[in-house]
């Protein structure tokens, strides 16, 4: 008797034990995608759907197109988006006003209109320049974009950049195409930096560096910046490199030539 009551047991405890594994099993077959991971593009739409109000994300191009640019150019940033999707590098949510400090009508004193920079590609056109904010996580300071979408943007890691901060200094290179100097500024240290680009095939090629003092007491780098360069011939320029300033008030600088490759 006691045999047959602890084999009826055992079986009893069998058929819970597998009852409740069946269930389980159904459970997890009934919502197969409860774990699945979200891809780039949902979870930026995951993204505006639970942002603030008063708030875009920083990749919203219809808000930089109609409320920034004011229709003037229409920007394509798809392929910065590829960039960053592959990067996982998802946009940022900003407040509407601190957006606005972008747009073109915003701060003329801080020149975040267009600038002008002449023919930079060699398609008989005039390019300008202008200024936008990171537009993912991962981009750590603002970037210099331009009125022609096949010119790439150039990227910074300074949040101190202006639209009158990029000069152009002519052809050197007599390709077609201007080559443009970056005034490059940390905020607040005296070290700037002023770098020469030449475009190449749609790519920004660096051509030098050169440190620029910023207390120097002679040149200001945006006023005077037509004083520090001068083409000698076809692919060959001078540039004036500003390093220090001595305690005896004896400013450290060169002129130094410069060969495009």
């Given at each position: 008797?006691?045999?047959?009551?602890?084999?009826?047991?055992?079986?009893?405890?069998?058929?819970?034990?597998?009852?409740?594994?069946?269930?389980?099993?159904?459970?997890?077959?009934?919502?197969?995608?409860?774990?699945?991971?979200?891809?780039?593009?949902?979870?930026?739409?995951?993204?505006?759907?639970?942002?603030?109000?008063?708030?875009?994300?920083?990749?919203?191009?219809?808000?930089?197109?109609d409320s920034i640019l004011k229709g003037k150019f229409k920007l394509d940033i798809s392929r910065y988006?590829?960039?960053?999707?592959?990067?996982?590098?998802?946009?940022?949510?900003?407040?509407?006003?601190?957006?606005?400090?972008?747009?073109?009508?915003?701060?003329?004193?801080?020149?975040?209109?267009?600038?002008?920079?002449?023919?930079?590609?060699?398609?008989?056109?005039?390019?300008?320049?202008?200024?936008?904010?990171?537009?993912?996580?991962?981009?750590?300071?603002?970037?210099?974009?331009?009125?022609?979408?096949?010119?790439?943007?150039?990227?910074?890691?300074?949040?101190?950049?202006?639209?009158?901060?990029?000069?152009?200094?002519?052809?050197?290179?007599?390709?077609?195409?201007?080559?443009?100097?970056?005034?490059?500024?940390?905020?607040?240290?005296?070290?700037?930096?002023?770098?020469?680009?030449?475009?190449?095939?749609?790519?920004?090629?660096?051509?030098?560096?050169?440190?620029?003092?910023?207390?120097?007491?002679?040149?200001?780098?945006?006023?005077?910046?037509?004083?520090?360069?001068?083409?000698?011939?076809?692919?060959?320029?001078?540039?004036?490199?500003?390093?220090?300033?001595?305690?005896?008030?004896?400013?450290?600088?060169?002129?130094?030539?410069?060969?495009?490759?």
């Amino acid at each position: 008797m006691s045999n047959n009551i602890t084999t009826l047991m055992r079986n009893l405890i069998f058929l819970i034990v597998f009852f409740n594994l069946l269930a389980c099993k159904n459970e997890v077959e009934e919502k197969p995608n409860s774990h699945k991971k979200l891809s780039y593009q949902e979870e930026i739409e995951k993204l505006k759907i639970s942002k603030p109000k008063n708030t875009i994300l920083s990749n919203d191009i219809k808000f930089i197109n109609d409320s920034i640019l004011k229709g003037k150019f229409k920007l394509d940033i798809s392929r910065y988006e590829l960039e960053n999707s592959k990067k996982g590098c998802f946009p940022t949510i900003l407040k509407k006003e601190e957006f606005y400090e972008y747009s073109l009508e915003a701060d003329r004193t801080n020149a975040k209109e267009f600038k002008n920079l002449g023919d930079l590609n060699g398609d008989g056109k005039n390019d300008s320049v202008f200024i936008l904010p990171g537009l993912g996580w991962c981009e750590e300071g603002q970037s210099y974009y331009f009125t022609n979408n096949k010119i790439p943007r150039i990227q910074t890691e300074s949040n101190c950049c202006h639209a009158e901060s990029i000069f152009s200094i002519g052809d050197i290179d007599e390709d077609g195409g201007n080559e443009i100097a970056e005034y490059y500024s940390s905020c607040a240290s005296n070290f700037k930096s002023i770098q020469i680009w030449t475009l190449k095939k749609n790519k920004w090629k660096l051509v030098d560096n050169f440190t620029f003092y910023y207390n120097n007491g002679k040149y200001e780098a945006i006023k005077d910046f037509h004083k520090l360069h001068k083409k000698i011939s076809k692919n060959k320029f001078k540039f004036l490199e500003i390093s220090d300033k001595l305690a005896n008030g004896k400013i450290v600088m060169e002129w130094k030539t410069v060969t495009m490759r």
